[in-house]
């Protein structure tokens, strides 16, 4: 069988925390940071922004109820 080669270089998987409440993105970024490049968003609308200018995170955490845009509109 041919082995399959990744899509991109394999380091730290990237995960995207969406949340309009510090208290959970900071307490998301201490559980994952020692493994993960975390980034953070405030709303849908920054996390778009960092989705069309970023290179795309594996993950996205993302919060549903948010003032503004919501997850579900995200």
Not at 37 to 47: N, R
């Amino acid at each position: 069988l041919e082995r399959l080669q990744p899509l991109r270089d394999v380091g730290r998987p990237r995960l995207l925390v969406v949340d309009d409440q510090a208290i959970n993105i900071r307490a998301i970024h201490q559980i994952f940071h020692a493994d993960h490049e975390v980034f953070m968003a405030t709303g849908g609308e920054q996390a778009l922004e960092f989705c069309r200018t970023q290179q795309l995170p594996d993950l996205i955490l993302l919060d549903v109820m948010m003032p503004g845009m919501d997850g579900f509109e995200t």
